[in-house]
Protein backbone atom coordinates (compact mmCIF):
# COMPACT_ATOMS: atom_id res chain seq x y z
CA UNK A 1 0.00 0.00 0.00
CA UNK A 2 1.48 3.57 -0.99
CA UNK A 3 1.34 6.30 1.62
CA UNK A 4 1.53 9.89 0.14
CA UNK A 5 3.30 12.54 2.68
CA UNK A 6 1.99 15.84 2.28
CA UNK A 7 2.46 18.81 4.29
CA UNK A 8 5.45 17.66 6.25
CA UNK A 9 2.91 14.95 7.58
CA UNK A 10 4.59 11.75 8.20
CA UNK A 11 4.25 8.63 5.92
CA UNK A 12 0.79 6.39 7.43
CA UNK A 13 2.53 3.81 9.60
CA UNK A 14 2.65 0.17 8.60
CA UNK A 15 0.19 -0.95 11.64
CA UNK A 16 -2.66 1.78 10.17
CA UNK A 17 -1.65 0.64 6.47
CA UNK A 18 -2.57 -2.78 8.22
CA UNK A 19 -6.60 -1.46 9.42
CA UNK A 20 -7.25 -0.13 6.02
CA UNK A 21 -9.80 -1.98 3.70
CA UNK A 22 -7.24 -3.07 0.60
CA UNK A 23 -6.78 -0.02 -1.58
CA UNK A 24 -4.26 2.95 -2.57
CA UNK A 25 -3.71 6.18 -0.21
CA UNK A 26 -3.64 9.48 -2.49
CA UNK A 27 -4.10 11.69 -0.17
CA UNK A 28 -3.35 12.59 3.96
CA UNK A 29 -4.37 16.04 4.87
CA UNK A 30 -4.39 17.34 8.45
CA UNK A 31 -7.88 17.73 9.64
CA UNK A 32 -7.97 19.22 13.17
CA UNK A 33 -5.73 19.69 15.97
CA UNK A 34 -5.72 19.42 19.70
CA UNK A 35 -3.91 20.03 22.44
CA UNK A 36 -3.40 16.27 23.09
CA UNK A 37 -3.64 14.58 19.67
CA UNK A 38 -3.82 15.06 15.78
CA UNK A 39 -6.34 14.26 13.56
CA UNK A 40 -6.12 13.62 9.57
CA UNK A 41 -8.14 13.04 6.64
CA UNK A 42 -6.99 9.94 4.58
CA UNK A 43 -8.42 9.09 1.45
CA UNK A 44 -8.60 5.86 -0.02
CA UNK A 45 -8.36 4.69 -3.54
CA UNK A 46 -9.71 1.49 -4.86
CA UNK A 47 -7.68 -0.82 -7.10
CA UNK A 48 -10.11 -1.20 -9.30
CA UNK A 49 -11.14 0.28 -12.29
CA UNK A 50 -13.84 1.87 -10.56
CA UNK A 51 -11.04 3.84 -8.80
CA UNK A 52 -13.71 5.31 -6.10
CA UNK A 53 -12.63 7.05 -3.22
CA UNK A 54 -13.09 5.98 0.65
CA UNK A 55 -12.43 8.63 3.16
CA UNK A 56 -11.05 7.36 6.94
CA UNK A 57 -10.03 10.02 10.09
CA UNK A 58 -7.12 9.09 11.95
CA UNK A 59 -6.42 10.41 14.95
CA UNK A 60 -2.55 10.30 16.38
CA UNK A 61 -1.77 10.31 19.71
CA UNK A 62 1.09 10.74 21.77
CA UNK A 63 1.55 11.51 25.66
CA UNK A 64 1.74 9.19 29.06
CA UNK A 65 -1.45 7.13 28.69
CA UNK A 66 -0.97 6.87 24.52
CA UNK A 67 -2.17 3.94 24.04
CA UNK A 68 -4.76 3.15 27.03
CA UNK A 69 -6.34 6.92 24.93
CA UNK A 70 -6.50 4.89 21.60
CA UNK A 71 -8.32 1.91 23.27
CA UNK A 72 -10.31 4.34 25.24
CA UNK A 73 -11.75 6.03 21.80
CA UNK A 74 -12.15 2.77 20.17
CA UNK A 75 -13.82 1.24 22.62
CA UNK A 76 -16.51 4.20 23.06
CA UNK A 77 -17.37 5.13 19.71
CA UNK A 78 -17.90 0.94 18.92
CA UNK A 79 -20.64 0.87 21.78
CA UNK A 80 -22.06 4.05 20.81
CA UNK A 81 -21.92 2.74 16.94
CA UNK A 82 -23.87 -0.19 18.48
CA UNK A 83 -26.72 1.99 19.76
CA UNK A 84 -27.15 5.30 17.79
CA UNK A 85 -25.41 4.24 14.34
CA UNK A 86 -26.85 6.60 12.20
CA UNK A 87 -25.15 9.31 14.50
CA UNK A 88 -22.04 7.57 15.21
CA UNK A 89 -20.33 5.59 12.93
CA UNK A 90 -18.55 2.23 14.46
CA UNK A 91 -14.51 2.39 13.87
CA UNK A 92 -12.15 0.51 12.25
CA UNK A 93 -9.28 -0.06 14.52
CA UNK A 94 -6.75 1.08 17.31
CA UNK A 95 -3.53 0.56 17.67
CA UNK A 96 0.17 1.30 18.67
CA UNK A 97 2.47 2.67 15.32
CA UNK A 98 5.52 0.29 14.86
CA UNK A 99 8.01 2.88 13.53
CA UNK A 100 7.27 4.27 16.97
CA UNK A 101 5.97 3.22 20.53
CA UNK A 102 5.54 6.01 21.72
CA UNK A 103 2.31 6.87 19.32
CA UNK A 104 -0.65 5.51 19.06
CA UNK A 105 -3.42 5.87 16.65
CA UNK A 106 -7.48 5.68 16.47
CA UNK A 107 -9.06 4.93 12.92
CA UNK A 108 -12.68 5.42 12.16
CA UNK A 109 -14.83 6.32 9.51
CA UNK A 110 -14.71 9.95 7.90
CA UNK A 111 -17.90 12.37 8.65
CA UNK A 112 -18.36 15.54 7.16
CA UNK A 113 -19.80 17.61 9.68
CA UNK A 114 -20.78 21.11 9.43
CA UNK A 115 -21.97 23.06 12.06
CA UNK A 116 -24.98 24.76 10.08
CA UNK A 117 -27.73 24.29 10.16
CA UNK A 118 -27.86 23.99 14.49
CA UNK A 119 -29.69 20.62 15.51
CA UNK A 120 -32.93 21.26 16.24
CA UNK A 121 -34.70 20.74 20.02
CA UNK A 122 -36.81 17.75 18.83
CA UNK A 123 -33.83 16.16 16.88
CA UNK A 124 -31.90 16.68 20.15
CA UNK A 125 -34.53 14.88 22.06
CA UNK A 126 -35.32 12.26 20.37
CA UNK A 127 -31.23 10.97 20.57
CA UNK A 128 -31.69 11.16 23.87
CA UNK A 129 -34.66 9.01 24.14
CA UNK A 130 -32.84 6.15 22.07
CA UNK A 131 -29.58 6.26 24.38
CA UNK A 132 -31.97 6.59 27.52
CA UNK A 133 -34.31 3.58 26.14
CA UNK A 134 -31.54 1.25 24.54
CA UNK A 135 -28.40 2.50 26.15
CA UNK A 136 -28.59 1.13 29.73
CA UNK A 137 -25.40 -0.22 31.79
CA UNK A 138 -24.17 -4.12 31.30
CA UNK A 139 -23.86 -3.81 35.36
CA UNK A 140 -27.31 -4.22 36.98
CA UNK A 141 -27.76 -0.35 38.47
CA UNK A 142 -24.06 0.22 38.35
CA UNK A 143 -22.32 3.49 36.97
CA UNK A 144 -18.86 3.83 35.33
CA UNK A 145 -17.34 1.75 32.50
CA UNK A 146 -15.29 -1.11 32.10
CA UNK A 147 -12.37 0.81 31.03
CA UNK A 148 -10.29 3.77 31.74
CA UNK A 149 -11.64 6.61 29.58
CA UNK A 150 -10.23 9.91 28.54
CA UNK A 151 -10.84 13.73 28.77
CA UNK A 152 -7.85 14.76 26.69
CA UNK A 153 -4.98 13.29 28.11
CA UNK A 154 -6.68 13.19 31.97
CA UNK A 155 -7.69 9.61 32.65
CA UNK A 156 -11.51 9.42 33.97
CA UNK A 157 -12.46 7.73 37.15
CA UNK A 158 -14.71 5.18 36.15
CA UNK A 159 -14.51 2.25 38.63
CA UNK A 160 -18.55 0.86 39.00
CA UNK A 161 -20.63 1.94 41.54
CA UNK A 162 -24.21 1.31 42.17
CA UNK A 163 -24.07 4.38 44.35
CA UNK A 164 -24.74 7.86 42.34
CA UNK A 165 -23.86 9.72 44.94
CA UNK A 166 -20.83 7.73 45.98
CA UNK A 167 -19.66 7.85 42.18
CA UNK A 168 -20.26 11.32 40.96
CA UNK A 169 -19.23 12.62 44.53
CA UNK A 170 -15.34 10.82 43.48
CA UNK A 171 -15.11 12.74 39.79
CA UNK A 172 -15.79 15.97 41.26
CA UNK A 173 -12.98 15.71 43.91
CA UNK A 174 -10.84 14.38 41.14
CA UNK A 175 -11.81 17.42 38.71
CA UNK A 176 -11.39 19.82 41.91
CA UNK A 177 -8.61 18.69 42.44
CA UNK A 178 -7.33 19.33 38.88
CA UNK A 179 -8.03 22.50 38.68
CA UNK A 180 -6.71 23.47 41.76
CA UNK A 181 -3.61 21.95 40.30
CA UNK A 182 -3.78 23.71 36.80
CA UNK A 183 -5.10 27.29 38.27
CA UNK A 184 -3.63 27.57 41.84
CA UNK A 185 -0.85 29.76 41.52
CA UNK A 186 -3.27 31.91 39.09
CA UNK A 187 -4.25 34.60 41.75
CA UNK A 188 -6.22 36.54 39.00
CA UNK A 189 -8.19 33.29 38.36
CA UNK A 190 -8.99 31.79 41.65
CA UNK A 191 -9.02 33.13 45.05
CA UNK A 192 -8.67 30.14 46.91
CA UNK A 193 -9.81 31.82 50.19
CA UNK A 194 -13.90 31.65 48.60
CA UNK A 195 -12.67 29.03 45.86
CA UNK A 196 -11.89 26.17 48.51
CA UNK A 197 -14.40 26.76 50.99
CA UNK A 198 -16.97 26.80 48.35
CA UNK A 199 -15.85 24.11 46.66
CA UNK A 200 -15.63 21.69 50.44
CA UNK A 201 -19.10 22.33 51.16
CA UNK A 202 -20.49 21.48 47.20
CA UNK A 203 -18.96 18.17 48.10
CA UNK A 204 -19.93 17.21 51.31
CA UNK A 205 -23.61 19.16 51.64
CA UNK A 206 -24.69 20.19 48.21
CA UNK A 207 -23.65 16.97 46.51
CA UNK A 208 -24.90 14.06 48.82
CA UNK A 209 -28.04 16.50 49.76
CA UNK A 210 -29.72 16.74 46.43
CA UNK A 211 -28.29 12.92 45.24
CA UNK A 212 -28.89 10.99 47.96
CA UNK A 213 -32.98 11.44 47.49
CA UNK A 214 -32.84 9.97 43.65
CA UNK A 215 -31.81 6.67 45.59
CA UNK A 216 -33.85 6.54 48.45
CA UNK A 217 -37.18 5.71 50.29
CA UNK A 218 -37.62 3.17 47.72
CA UNK A 219 -36.42 5.48 44.16
CA UNK A 220 -34.47 4.22 41.49
CA UNK A 221 -32.44 5.84 38.49
CA UNK A 222 -31.30 3.81 35.42
CA UNK A 223 -28.00 4.08 34.31
CA UNK A 224 -27.33 4.85 30.21
CA UNK A 225 -24.25 5.80 28.85
CA UNK A 226 -23.31 9.61 28.48
CA UNK A 227 -20.54 10.96 26.46
CA UNK A 228 -18.72 12.50 28.97
CA UNK A 229 -15.92 15.39 26.91
CA UNK A 230 -18.72 16.50 24.58
CA UNK A 231 -17.91 20.22 23.59
CA UNK A 232 -19.76 23.38 22.36
CA UNK A 233 -20.20 22.32 18.37
CA UNK A 234 -19.59 18.89 19.24
CA UNK A 235 -23.03 17.72 18.27
CA UNK A 236 -23.10 18.89 14.22
CA UNK A 237 -24.87 17.64 11.03
CA UNK A 238 -23.71 15.29 8.41
CA UNK A 239 -23.31 17.18 5.23
CA UNK A 240 -24.02 14.02 3.16
CA UNK A 241 -26.80 12.45 5.07
CA UNK A 242 -28.09 15.66 6.81
CA UNK A 243 -28.63 13.10 9.64
CA UNK A 244 -27.38 14.50 13.68
CA UNK A 245 -23.42 13.20 14.03
CA UNK A 246 -21.17 13.69 16.93
CA UNK A 247 -17.66 14.25 16.47
CA UNK A 248 -14.83 11.56 17.14
CA UNK A 249 -15.40 11.53 21.04
CA UNK A 250 -13.56 8.58 23.74
CA UNK A 251 -15.23 9.80 27.29
CA UNK A 252 -18.05 7.90 27.76
CA UNK A 253 -19.63 5.95 30.84
CA UNK A 254 -23.06 5.36 32.45
CA UNK A 255 -24.55 7.53 34.26
CA UNK A 256 -27.64 9.08 35.62
CA UNK A 257 -29.52 10.07 32.32
CA UNK A 258 -30.25 13.73 33.41
CA UNK A 259 -26.21 14.08 33.46
CA UNK A 260 -26.59 12.86 29.80
CA UNK A 261 -28.93 16.21 29.36
CA UNK A 262 -26.55 18.16 30.58
CA UNK A 263 -23.71 16.55 28.51
CA UNK A 264 -25.60 17.46 25.16
CA UNK A 265 -26.96 20.86 26.19
CA UNK A 266 -23.21 21.47 26.22
CA UNK A 267 -22.34 20.50 23.05
CA UNK A 268 -25.62 22.06 21.32
CA UNK A 269 -25.70 25.98 20.59
CA UNK A 270 -29.87 27.15 20.94
CA UNK A 271 -30.25 30.03 18.89
CA UNK A 272 -31.87 31.61 21.86
CA UNK A 273 -32.88 30.32 25.72
CA UNK A 274 -36.45 29.79 23.91
CA UNK A 275 -34.86 26.56 22.12
CA UNK A 276 -32.95 25.64 25.83
CA UNK A 277 -36.84 25.83 27.18
CA UNK A 278 -38.21 24.17 24.05
CA UNK A 279 -35.40 21.22 24.93
CA UNK A 280 -36.34 20.77 28.35
CA UNK A 281 -40.10 20.58 27.90
CA UNK A 282 -39.48 18.09 25.15
CA UNK A 283 -36.96 16.27 27.20
CA UNK A 284 -39.24 16.15 30.53
CA UNK A 285 -42.53 15.32 28.56
CA UNK A 286 -40.26 12.45 25.87
CA UNK A 287 -37.71 11.26 29.17
CA UNK A 288 -38.49 12.43 32.34
CA UNK A 289 -36.73 14.16 35.14
CA UNK A 290 -36.09 12.23 38.34
CA UNK A 291 -38.04 12.47 41.88
CA UNK A 292 -38.20 14.37 43.67
CA UNK A 293 -38.58 16.64 40.26
CA UNK A 294 -38.90 19.54 42.18
CA UNK A 295 -35.08 19.73 42.80
CA UNK A 296 -34.00 19.00 39.19
CA UNK A 297 -33.14 22.54 38.02
CA UNK A 298 -30.77 22.33 40.92
CA UNK A 299 -29.27 18.83 40.34
CA UNK A 300 -28.72 20.25 36.01
CA UNK A 301 -26.65 23.11 37.52
CA UNK A 302 -24.68 20.84 39.67
CA UNK A 303 -24.02 18.81 36.69
CA UNK A 304 -23.55 21.51 34.70
CA UNK A 305 -20.45 22.78 37.18
CA UNK A 306 -18.73 19.21 36.95
CA UNK A 307 -18.70 20.00 32.97
CA UNK A 308 -17.19 23.53 33.24
CA UNK A 309 -15.07 22.62 35.48
CA UNK A 310 -13.28 19.96 32.82
CA UNK A 311 -13.24 23.14 30.38
CA UNK A 312 -11.77 25.88 33.34
CA UNK A 313 -8.10 24.19 33.55
CA UNK A 314 -7.89 25.60 30.00
CA UNK A 315 -10.08 28.28 29.46
CA UNK A 316 -11.41 30.74 32.01
CA UNK A 317 -14.00 32.70 30.16
CA UNK A 318 -16.75 31.24 32.05
CA UNK A 319 -15.00 31.55 35.91
CA UNK A 320 -18.06 34.19 36.65
CA UNK A 321 -20.49 32.23 35.95
CA UNK A 322 -18.74 29.08 37.34
CA UNK A 323 -18.73 30.91 40.58
CA UNK A 324 -21.96 32.27 40.71
CA UNK A 325 -23.43 28.80 40.61
CA UNK A 326 -21.66 27.08 43.11
CA UNK A 327 -22.38 30.24 45.50
CA UNK A 328 -25.97 29.78 44.61
CA UNK A 329 -25.85 25.93 45.63
CA UNK A 330 -23.74 26.19 48.84
CA UNK A 331 -26.53 28.86 50.27
CA UNK A 332 -29.59 27.10 48.60
CA UNK A 333 -28.94 24.05 50.87
CA UNK A 334 -26.34 24.75 53.47
CA UNK A 335 -27.09 21.35 55.12
CA UNK A 336 -25.99 17.67 53.77
CA UNK A 337 -28.73 15.19 53.45
CA UNK A 338 -30.92 14.87 56.19
CA UNK A 339 -33.83 11.61 55.45
CA UNK A 340 -36.49 14.33 56.80
CA UNK A 341 -36.03 15.95 53.45
CA UNK A 342 -38.09 13.68 51.88
CA UNK A 343 -41.10 15.28 53.66
CA UNK A 344 -41.98 18.36 51.58
CA UNK A 345 -43.51 19.20 54.88
CA UNK A 346 -40.06 19.10 57.26
CA UNK A 347 -37.84 21.14 54.68
CA UNK A 348 -38.89 24.60 54.90
CA UNK A 349 -38.77 23.64 58.56
CA UNK A 350 -35.29 22.66 58.46
CA UNK A 351 -33.91 24.80 56.22
CA UNK A 352 -35.87 28.10 58.16
CA UNK A 353 -34.20 26.74 61.84
CA UNK A 354 -30.57 25.91 60.54
CA UNK A 355 -28.03 28.87 61.65
CA UNK A 356 -25.33 28.55 59.30
CA UNK A 357 -22.15 28.91 60.56
CA UNK A 358 -19.14 31.02 59.22
CA UNK A 359 -17.26 29.21 56.93
CA UNK A 360 -13.58 27.65 57.48
CA UNK A 361 -11.10 29.48 55.83
CA UNK A 362 -8.50 27.08 57.44
CA UNK A 363 -8.56 24.87 54.98
CA UNK A 364 -5.74 24.05 51.81
CA UNK A 365 -6.03 22.11 48.82
CA UNK A 366 -4.95 18.50 50.60
CA UNK A 367 -8.91 18.22 50.89
CA UNK A 368 -8.67 17.40 46.86
CA UNK A 369 -5.69 15.89 46.24
CA UNK A 370 -4.67 15.76 42.55
CA UNK A 371 -4.42 12.27 40.48
CA UNK A 372 -0.40 10.98 40.62
Known sequence: ????????????????????????????????????????????????????????????????????????????????????????????GY?????????SFFLTTFRDLQYYPWPKPYEVV????????????????????????????????????????????????????????????????????EFLPLAIDLVEKVVPRLLIPLQSKGRTIKPIMVIGDLQMGDLRRDRTTGRLGLAYLGACY??????GLV??????????????????????WKVGFSEPVCEYNDRLLLYALQTKMRSLTEDASQKGWFLQGMRYLVEKYPRAYDERFDDPRMREQLYRDHDRNEPNYAVDEAHFPPPH
Request: aromatic share 12%; charged share 25%.
Open 1 to 92: MQALSLLNEPHLDKNVCDVLPRGRVVEVLRYDREPWSRGYKVTLESLDKRKSRTYFFLRVIEGEYHQEAATSEYQCQHDLGQYIPMTVYSPR
Open 95 to 103: GTFQSDPNK
Open 126 to 193: DLLCTLHRIAVSPMESGFGFHLDTFHAKKPQCNQWCHDWNEFFSRVLRLDIGRLLQARANDQHFLDLV
Open 254 to 259: YAHHEM
Open 263 to 284: KMLNAWAPGDDAERDQLLQLYE
